[in-house]
């Protein structure tokens, strides 16, 4: 079975600061897709990045940028110089094939002022 | 190019009644995928639909049924409702292209709650 894992339901930093959310899956497959998305209160689910499983290179989205080691099976979101705007809910997803989208439990990440 | 969208916004129900929750894909979608998130929760797949047919279900009792349309818009049925139903319902639409992963655009969500 397909699972994914976030470890820190709730993380809370100061603005400007550097903050990293962990993020574990478990998969047989060897192709598949990995993606951050962020869920403000207004409950849009709004993708921040994503990784291809195949490719080496750590994906890279302005501040945010990942962390992906596959042997390791683990996928974690690195936010530089974080913003109050990045104040929200942070589900790690897993893909595989065009159906669903797994998600990890979440975290919730407060940016204080 | 205007987005998913979902009604209604909010929807009290009882125990025991039936529910329709509606969803219209982005413009050029032909694929909408339902998901049910708990309070607290991350979302949890229900099933998807391609060109009106259902392309793979998670792990939801037969009460949760759906419907595409024409015009690839759709919606999710709930019979019988239960107290643990109450949940936000998201629905994401996406065109299926060449390779493995086709981005799926979420909608804001229905929340549903059962009394």
């Known amino acids: 079975a397909q699972t994914v894992t976030q470890s820190q339901p709730e993380m809370s930093v100061q603005e400007a600061e550097t903050v990293t959310l962990s993020c574990t899956y478990d998969?047989?497959?060897?192709?598949?897709?990995l993606f951050w998305y962020k869920q403000p209160p207004s409950r849009q689910m709004i993708l921040v990045i994503r990784?291809?499983?195949?490719?080496?290179q750590n994906a890279t989205e302005n501040r945010f940028s990942v962390n992906f080691q596959k042997a390791a099976k683990s996928f974690s979101l690195k936010i530089s110089d974080s913003q109050l705007g990045d104040t929200a809910m942070y589900f790690c997803?897993?893909?595989?094939?065009?159906?669903?989208?797994?998600f990890g439990q979440g975290t919730r990440l407060t940016i204080n002022p | 190019e205007t987005g998913v969208t979902q009604s209604p916004t909010h929807l009290i129900k009882t125990r025991g009644q039936q529910v329709t929750l509606r969803c219209s894909s982005q413009?050029?979608?032909?694929?909408v995928s339902w998901y049910q998130q708990a309070l607290g929760q991350g979302p949890q797949f229900i099933f998807q639909?391609?060109?009106?047919?259902?392309?793979g279900r998670g792990n939801f009792p037969p009460r949760f049924s759906g419907l595409q349309f024409p015009n690839y818009s759709s919606e999710l049925n709930v019979n019988a409702l239960e107290l643990d139903d109450s949940a936000l319902y998201l629905c994401?639409?996406?065109?299926?292209?060449?390779?493995?992963?086709?981005?799926?655009?979420f909608g804001p969500g229905t929340r549903l709650t059962v009394l």
């Open positions: 994401a639409s996406s065109w299926p292209g060449q390779g493995a992963y086709n981005e799926q655009f």
């Open positions: 998969t047989s497959e060897s192709n598949y897709y």
């Open positions: 990784q291809e499983a195949y490719k080496q």
């Open positions: 997803a897993f893909i595989q094939g065009a159906q669903k989208l797994v």
């Open positions: 413009s050029g979608h032909n694929t």
């Open positions: 639909y391609y060109r009106e047919e259902e392309n």
